[in-house]
């Protein structure tokens, strides 16, 4: 398991092995790291969705407008009436016409301004989200020395010598024997493995 998490790194590895969880290869509290996996999709399934619907919308509102423009350009009838409209806005209606644009632009810019509040608002929480998510994910750096030497051994599957494990981390023979001691680690005379064989 360790090594899948480690080859599909940055994976999130849940696991109640106090082995894995001591050596930093995991997440035992499920519940916690799965939330917030869950809040991160919220926010990004309702802003593909809203994306989704605002394209759709503009798209349909193009057509209605375009066959409406072909249907009264087809009528002289309808000609004369939207020329007597536009008129009677221009002059008799003209100061209603504004106290209603004035109205209904000062309603689309709150509803806006609350929208976008709101949307920077998910997005903070799911910054929030996503950065507590990182430190439980296994990643393919370590964050100690103990969990670095995990994250090398588990993408083998035979033992490693203490020399190699040595040169790969850049570390002395001595330092890398202190974190082997770990009880994730198995040595044999082969060298040291991440846990037990299942095989």
Known sequence: MAQLAVLLAPALLLTKDHHLLDAGLGVAKWADALGLVQQMVAVDSAFESGSQLTV???????????????FVARSPVLIGLGAALLFMLLTEWRDAARSRLVAGRSKIEEVGGQALERSADAFHRRNEAEQRLQALVVGPAGTSPTATVARLLAVRSDPMPTATIADRLGGSKSAIRRHLTHPAFVTSNRGVSLGRSLL
């Open 56 to 70: 759709l919308a503009i798209g349909l509102t193009g057509i209605g407008v375009r066959e409406a423009g072909r």
